[in-house]
């Protein structure tokens, strides 16, 4: 059976590698090259380690995408905000009459 993994996965690695459980099989066969005196047990107690690493850092991944969404959003709100206000203002200045000749009043 074990043989039979290693080469379904030799063989269809790309197919295999889209789907969680090809990863898994993809790795089982790279742990047992790499370790061919690992029993099946100790091999699944070492995917079992891994996945669980991976949950981990998936779950902090989460969170720190999470929190960048949150400030992009607070950053956006921020800028709508400076962009009207920068609006308001340039409407004003052109709403006021200044002459751009105007002789000074102290000639």
């Not at 380690?49 to 779950?59: A, G």
């Not at 200044?98 to 102290?106: A, L, S």
């Amino acid at each position: 059976m074990v043989a039979d993994i290693v080469a379904l996965t030799q063989a269809h690695a790309d197919i295999l590698s889209v789907s969680g459980y090809g990863i898994l099989y993809k790795h089982f066969a790279l742990v047992q090259r790499k370790y061919p005196t690992m029993n099946t047990e100790e091999r699944l107690v070492d995917l079992e380690i891994r996945l669980s690493r991976q949950d981990d850092l998936v779950e902090t991944l989460n969170t720190q995408v999470y929190r960048q969404q949150k400030k992009i959003d607070e950053l956006e709100a921020l800028l709508t905000a400076m962009a009207g206000r920068v609006r308001e203002l340039a409407i004003a200045a052109s709403q006021r009459n200044t002459v751009v000749d105007e002789r000074p009043p102290h000639y």
